[in-house]
């Protein structure tokens, strides 16, 4: 499948990202995981990147481009890709159709996850991360402990929580998706390929993703 997840940070884009791969072996690709694993190696991307995560602003689209360029032209994108967190703007949403028709290949849909602005609230707030580049597992501390407090359950790493998932910089990431993302939404409706699903149920919106993939 190849598949844009839209939805304010919080809205479980990662979560169902994760199960769909299992599905059918198609990957995910996620801009912020990319740029946290950057940050984290101190890479020449990651020191570009670091000020704008920090502050729960977007990295500028060019970067997000290079980044992506290169990503879907790898080997294990053929069997299908979950976009998730790209794109976050109308010029990536652009850039993204005239790359995916250079590389002869069409999107099946652009899934907007839809959640109420006090559950993505709370989602954020007690979400927390591993924080190994390789991993980043994301446990709840409410809903999706890890079982040893603090260590990721897959790789034994610490569990933290993540810089820009302090409240004020919760609260700028999600002005910045209204401001900047949520037109992707009647753009992705013009291209014919919006599915908006209530998004308050992980396996919901998986089976949901799996009976419109049916019918097509
Ligand atoms: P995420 O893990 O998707 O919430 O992304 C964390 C942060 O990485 C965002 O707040 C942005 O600073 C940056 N980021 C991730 N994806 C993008 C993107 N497609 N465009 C611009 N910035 C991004």
Do not use: W
């Amino acid at each position: 499948m190849k598949i844009i997840l839209l939805g304010a940070p919080g809205a479980g884009k990662g979560t169902v990202a994760k199960v769909l791969t299992e599905l059918d072996g198609s990957v995910q690709i996620s801009t912020g995981d990319i740029l946290r694993g950057a940050v984290q190696a101190g890479t020449a991307l990651g020191q570009k990147a670091d000020a704008f995560m920090k502050a729960g602003d977007l990295v500028p689209d060019e970067l997000i481009m290079d980044i992506m360029k290169s990503r879907l032209q790898e080997p294990d994108c053929k069997n299908g890709f979950l976009l998730d967190g790209f794109p976050r703007t109308i010029p990536q949403a652009e850039a993204l159709k005239t790359l995916l028709s250079d590389l002869g290949l069409a999107l099946d849909m652009a899934v907007s996850l839809e959640v109420p602005r006090e559950e993505i609230l709370n989602r954020l707030t007690t979400r927390r991360t591993c924080e190994n580049p390789a991993c980043q597992a994301i446990y709840n501390v409410r809903s999706s402990p890890t079982k040893i407090k603090g260590i990721c359950d897959k790789c034994g790493s610490k569990v933290v929580q993540r810089e820009d998932e302090t409240e004020a910089a919760i609260s700028h990431r999600l002005e910045t998706y209204n401001e900047k993302t949520s037109p992707l939404i009647g753009y992705y409706e013009k291209e014919g390929l919006l599915m908006p699903v209530d998004a308050t149920v992980t396996d919901e919106v998986v089976k949901a993703i799996q009976d419109r993939l049916k019918d097509r």
